[in-house]
């Protein structure tokens, strides 16, 4: 994984989540006392726009970091810092399928079922990511003797 991967995954990341838990706090957790208000604070509906326009950009990232780390660390059989990466990468599908079931379902029963859905997977990529991130400064991570490549050559 290059250092460019490692810093847009991260920043990517870090933006998801602040957007996301500000969004959720704005959203849900506020309250106005405008009656004919849309929104409860006035940076709620920036909140998601940024959120919305920031996690394509994330998929996209995830997907080079599959073909440049994930894979090549499997097929290769190296195992350091695999678990916390597993946890990450098992929440990916429910996160970002919940996301666009948010988006299109009409029923509230299912929207909400979707939003906890969201809720519970960011958390747990997010935990998952930070786990993987700690091995990693901590020196518990893959040795370079025998160890995948890291530079696969993109970006």
């Not at 706090?25 to 959120?51: E, G, R, S």
């Not at 190296?78 to 929440?91: C, S």
């Not at 509230?108 to 997010?126: D, G, K, P, Q, Y």
């Amino acid at each position: 994984m290059t250092a460019l991967q490692r810093l847009l995954l991260n920043s990517t990341a870090v933006v998801l989540t602040v957007t996301g838990a500000l969004f959720a706090w704005m959203k849900y957790f506020m309250t106005t006392d405008d009656p004919f208000a849309v929104a409860n604070h006035p940076w709620q509906p920036y909140m998601l726009d940024v959120h919305v326009i920031v996690a394509p950009i994330a998929l996209f990232v995830i997907g080079v970091v599959w073909a440049t780390h994930v894979k090549p660390k499997h097929e290769s059989g190296t195992k350091p810092r695999r678990k916390t990466g597993l946890v990450a990468l098992w929440a990916i599908a429910p996160m970002v399928l919940s996301a666009y079931f948010m988006q299109v379902l009409t029923n509230e029963r299912l929207v909400e079922a979707m939003r906890v859905i969201h809720w519970v997977s960011s958390a747990i990529f997010v935990a998952g990511l930070l786990a993987h991130q700690l091995v990693r400064m901590n020196g518990n991570g893959a040795a370079k003797s025998g160890a995948v490549a890291e530079d696969r050559g993109v970006w």
